[in-house]
């Protein structure tokens, strides 16, 4: 960035401040700018008169500003002021300037000098000043003066605080002289904000008025309270001087004359003073700028896109004409039937990354959800062996069997057909909560019309909940048709007839003998951890779960067994999935005492819980 470019900054940031002074409270941003601060009668307002050259601040005695006043001194040929608040009018006479900074003052606070943090925004332009845009704030007091409330001390450190504390401001810190450095109600309020002082400037006023055979030698070489930004030493206008109408110019001409003559400062003479003091803000807060601009684009952009988000919600509001009530009504009753079905139908258009849309969760549910609820069922097969045994051996009674009766068989399998019940109402259960959470997303478009939106969720919820009553009561029908009457001819039923002759099929179909597809509970990629230290790291197999084995092979063929770990009396459940990771993890353990668990990984996530 050329120096051209740099000179352009400060200007910049002052069009961002008017734009969001214009824009209210609501918007905020915090832009680089400079915070005066001190004590009552520190010599704020007067350095700030001496960088204009003008008189154009309230005087007085007790607390005097009472509004933050962000001033913006621009360069320019032709000397002029305006204020944010009438931007038509361009003041010419700097006595009127402070007479509209007093009336402006008590158009907020009423004439009860009272405080308010709503800034006043002024604008002068001059020849005689570098670019620069200070705040001048109200001065910190200490007792309650004269008729101010008691809080009035605690109210203005507030406010100074407010706008101190933000890390975009540079804190500049006036200080008399002819007090106590360490008392200094300034740099105690900064050491608050800035405890390493990396944003604070410190001016020392009133040099003129310390003791004969004193001096501020040490604090202005910056050795007494060292700041990163070092100290300025000014000489601003007395009170005799200022009523004897003294000209600025002059003044300006009298500081230069006292350090210049003064043999403790003589050696510094060049570093102080209000011109140099001026001429150093410029290039802290050009520098300060230019800092701050990465982070100050990015939060822009981030409330561009926020208003935007909120323009969209009101683009349908037009309260002075109500013919577009009845219409804005059905565009967003409509929008909302749209939105609704693309997040359960799906679309193409503005995806969502950031977090799975209610039909992609559905089809979770269908499609991992569902399968794991019944392989979780449980079913021990000794149990199940027993049940089958006792059937077969009560229903022959006293005679002894030769066949396997059917009776025994449909007596098992009815059980267990009943049993699908209760994952089949949990995964309505699911799927419910997933279209009611789907409206609310929906509807919060509508939050700027709150009884739209609950009418809409209270319609679209009813219809919803009737719904689920007729799903479940088909699902448990279609359960109990399933358990009215088994189908031993369908080609899907391994009848005792042809169970054998399959299983040979698939025997040799696999080189491994297996034990039918019924009992294979889970398939997938398994990473076993730690080898060998050696090798070190991990590697990953197929596996194939089984009621009675867990047996794991080198790759997906199931030709190349790698081993086989028989699982009596184990049980599996399946892990919480950590946080921010893609694993699957279940866990295959001892009903009766020690854990072992295996990590799963499924990429292409048949089950995936
Ligand atoms: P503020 O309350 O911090 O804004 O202080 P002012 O700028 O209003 O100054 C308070 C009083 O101190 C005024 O009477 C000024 O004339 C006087 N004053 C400020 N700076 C100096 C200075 O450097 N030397 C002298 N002699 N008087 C000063
Ligand atoms: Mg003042």
């Known amino acids: 960035m050329g120096n051209r470019g740099m000179e352009e900054l400060i200007p910049l940031v002052n069009k961002l401040q008017d734009a969001f002074s214009s824009i209210g409270q609501s918007c905020h941003l915090d832009l680089p700018q400079i915070a005066v601060v001190g004590g009552q009668s520190a010599g704020k307002s007067s350095v700030l008169e001496n960088f204009v050259g003008r008189d154009f601040l309230p ?73 620069l845009t200070l705040i001048d704030l109200p001065g910190i007091t200490k007792v309650p003066v004269g008729d101010q409330p ?22 500049l810190a006036v200080t008399p002289a002819n007090m106590d450095l360490a008392n200094s ?65 002059a003044a300006l001409a009298a500081e230069r004359k006292f350090f210049l003559s003064h043999p403790a400062y003589r050696h510094m003479a060049d570093r102080m003073g209000t011109p140099h003091l001026q001429k150093t ?18 939060k822009l952009q981030s409330q561009l896109l926020s208003l935007e988000k909120e323009v969209e919600e009101y683009k349908n509001f037009r309260p002075d004409d109500p013919t577009r009530k009845t219409k804005a009504l059905l565009q967003m009753v409509q929008q909302f039937g749209v939105d609704f ?14 977090e799975l849309s209610g039909g992609a969760r559905i089809n979770r549910i269908f499609h991992e959800r569902f399968p794991f609820e019944l392989v979780k069922m449980e079913f021990d097969e000794k149990d199940l062996r027993r049940e089958i045994s006792y059937a077969i051996k009560n229903i022959h009674g006293v005679r002894t069997g030769l066949f396997t009766p059917d009776l025994a068989f449909e007596a098992i399998v009815k059980k267990q057909v009943v049993k699908l019940k209760e994952p089949c109402l949990k995964c309505v259960d699911l799927v419910i909560q997933e279209l009611i959470n789907t409206v609310r997303q929906c509807t919060s478009k509508l939050c700027s019309y709150p009884r739209l939106r609950e009418e809409t969720e209270r319609i679209v919820t009813t219809y919803i909940r009737e719904r689920e009553g007729r799903t479940k009561d088909q699902i448990l029908l279609l359960i109990d048709i399933e358990q009215s009457y088994i189908n031993t001819n369908h080609e899907d039923f391994i009848g005792f007839a042809n169970a054998q002759q ?8 696999r080189a491994i003998p297996n034990q039918g597809e019924i009992l294979v509970i889970r398939r997938g990629w398994l990473t076993i951890n730690n080898i060998s230290l050696m090798k070190g790291g991990s590697k990953e197999y197929w596996f194939v779960l089984t009621a009675e084995s867990l047996s794991w092979y080198k790759d997906e063929e199931e030709k190349e067994k790698k081993y086989m770990l028989p699982l009596d009396n184990l049980k599996i459940r399946d892990v919480e999935k950590g946080f921010m990771s893609n694993k699957h993890v279940f866990a295959i353990f001892n009903t009766e005492q020690s854990t072992r668990r295996e990590e799963r990984r499924d990429p292409k996530s048949s089950y995936g819980f």
């Open 185 to 249: 109600d300034a740099l105690k309020l900064a050491k608050e904000v800035d405890p390493q002082g990396l944003r604070t400037i410190g001016v020392i006023t009133k040099l003129d008025l310390m003791d004969e055979g004193t001096d501020a030698r040490d604090v202005l070489e910056n050795k007494l309270l060292p700041l990163r930004r070092g100290y300025i030493g000014v000489v601003n206008r007395s009170q005799k001087d200022i009523e004897g109408k003294k000209d600025i110019r």
């Open 341 to 354: 079905e693309k997040r359960i139908e799906g679309s193409g258009d503005q995806v969502d990354t950031l």
């Open 502 to 509: 399959r299983s040979t099929q698939l025997n040799k179909k």
């Open 59 to 131: 005087r007085g005695s007790g607390i005097v500003t009472r509004r933050p006043l962000i001033l913006q001194l621009i360069f320019s040929k032709t000397e002029y002021a305006e204020f944010l608040h009438c931007k038509s009018k361009k003041f010419t006479d700097f006595d009127e300037v402070r007479q509209e900074i007093e009336a402006e003052t008590d158009r907020v606070t009423g004439t009860n000098k009272g405080i308010s943090p709503v800034p006043i925004n002024l604008r002068v332009y001059s020849p005689h000043v570098l670019n």
């Open 150 to 171: 008691p809080d009035i001390e605690y109210q203005i450190k507030d406010m100074i605080l407010q706008f101190i504390s933000r890390e975009s401001s540079l804190i």
């Open 281 to 298: 803000l410029n290039q802290q807060l050009t520098n300060h700028i230019r800092e701050s601009l990465p982070n100050l684009r990015s």
